[in-house]
């Protein structure tokens, strides 16, 4: 969707701010003037997930993953990243999208001798992955499941008993600091105690940086907005301090987190506990990498 939306709105007077996607192409090589591109996407969640799970000694890994241009995705990156940081990719299985019954799978999986089982899921596949892994007793033990593309009401939905211990990375969570504690409780009293994901916290960053640029731009034009939007150094509660590179990757810190024990949790929305923070240079795709049009001899 945000692949066709982009085109959409190319050389138009409408400018894309993407919080949700996660596709890279957005910033390689279909990325466009009238588009910034905020949160997170697959090549850091991979990336990030990765590096801080290799570091930590967990080097043999196995992947789990939706046969779909984004599962797909998401293995490629983490596979990448993982040989990078001096791991070792053991073994995979791709499912259809409609798979329900994921048995066989992560029996493959817990009988593989990895130390990581990366998760190339989403939606309500990776709910259903998630409950029969519990089931099974995966990710205990000496193995530990990462999931390359879980937000906090996936997490929430199965609850803590099923996805305790499980690492992911996120570019926010609401308990990090005071502003974006502040941020949630603002958040959370719009919408019935409900505390923002990463993608909402993006959606208001992107819009209220939006608005800055509008008040010092002359023109509404979506890529003078785009190009104002880049000029300016963004500063908002729920990231703090960014700036957005040529192609509209705008470059704030990722972390990896693991879900807390139903012991651990003092409350609803208690659920992730910061196991490292990563600088975004090293974790976002290397600009000039991508195929973007705008970057060439950019370093």
Same mark, same amino acid.
């Given at each position: 969707?945000?692949?066709?939306v982009?085109?959409v709105?190319?050389?138009?007077?409408?400018?894309?701010?993407?919080?949700?996607?996660?596709?890279?192409?957005?910033?390689?090589?279909?990325?466009?003037?009238?588009?910034?591109?905020?949160?997170?996407?697959?090549?850091?969640?991979?990336?990030?997930?990765?590096?801080?799970?290799?570091?930590?000694? *967990?080097?043999?890994?196995?992947?789990? %993953?939706?046969?779909?241009?984004?599962?797909?995705?998401?293995?490629?990156?983490?596979?990448?990243?993982?040989?990078?940081?001096?791991?070792?990719?053991?073994?995979?299985?791709?499912? !259809?999208?409609? %798979?329900?019954?994921?048995?066989?799978?992560?029996?493959?999986?817990?009988?593989?001798?990895?130390?990581?089982?990366?998760l190339?899921?989403?939606?309500?596949?990776?709910?259903?992955?998630?409950?029969?892994?519990?089931?099974?007793?995966?990710?205990?033990?000496?193995?530990?499941?990462?999931?390359?593309?879980?937000?906090?009401?996936?997490?929430?939905?199965?609850?803590?008993?099923?996805?305790?211990?499980?690492?992911?990375?996120?570019?926010?969570?609401?308990?990090?600091?005071?502003?974006t504690?502040?941020?949630?409780?603002?958040f959370?009293?719009r919408?019935?105690? *409900?505390?923002?994901?990463?993608?909402?916290?993006?959606?208001?960053?992107?819009?209220l940086?939006y608005?800055?640029?509008?008040?010092?731009?002359?023109?509404?034009?979506?890529?003078?907005m785009?190009? *104002?939007?880049?000029?300016? !150094?963004?500063?908002?509660?729920?990231?703090?301090?960014?700036?957005?590179?040529?192609?509209?990757?705008?470059?704030?810190?990722?972390?990896?987190?693991e879900?807390?024990? !139903?012991?651990?949790?003092?409350?609803?929305?208690?659920?992730?506990?910061?196991?490292?923070?990563? !600088?975004?240079?090293?974790?976002?795709?290397?600009?000039?990498?991508?195929?973007?049009?705008?970057?060439?001899?950019?370093?």
């Amino acid at each position: 969707m945000a692949l066709a939306v982009n085109e959409v709105t190319r050389g138009s007077k409408a400018a894309l701010l993407a919080s949700a996607a996660t596709n890279v192409d957005l910033i390689g090589k279909a990325c466009s003037p009238n588009t910034v591109m905020w949160t997170t996407d697959s090549w850091a969640l991979s990336n990030t997930a990765a590096k801080v799970v290799v570091g930590s000694g *967990k080097k043999k890994w196995f992947f789990l %993953t939706t046969d779909f241009a984004g599962g797909i995705g998401l293995e490629k990156g983490a596979s990448a990243a993982v040989s990078a940081a001096g791991g070792e990719v053991i073994g995979r299985v791709r499912f !259809p999208f409609d %798979t329900m019954d994921f048995a066989s799978y992560l029996l493959q999986a817990q009988g593989s001798g990895a130390q990581a089982i990366g998760l190339a899921v989403a939606g309500a596949q990776l709910l259903n992955v998630l409950k029969q892994a519990d089931e099974f007793g995966l990710g205990r033990g000496d193995q530990k499941l990462v999931g390359l593309a879980v937000f906090l009401t996936d997490v929430r939905a199965i609850g803590l008993k099923a996805t305790q211990g499980m690492q992911l990375a996120s570019a926010y969570y609401w308990d990090l600091n005071d502003d974006t504690r502040a941020f949630a409780r603002r958040f959370a009293a719009r919408t019935n105690g *409900k505390y923002p994901t990463q993608m909402q916290a993006g959606a208001y960053a992107s819009l209220l940086h939006y608005l800055k640029a509008a008040d010092a731009s002359a023109s509404l034009d979506g890529q003078e907005m785009v190009r *104002k939007m880049k000029e300016l !150094p963004t500063d908002d509660p729920a990231f703090g301090k960014a700036t957005i590179r040529q192609d509209g990757r705008t470059m704030v810190d990722q972390f990896l987190f693991e879900v807390k024990s !139903p012991a651990e949790s003092k409350g609803e929305w208690d659920l992730y506990k910061l196991v490292k923070r990563v !600088p975004a240079m090293e974790v976002y795709l290397p600009l000039g990498e991508g195929g973007c049009a705008m970057t060439v001899g950019a370093k």
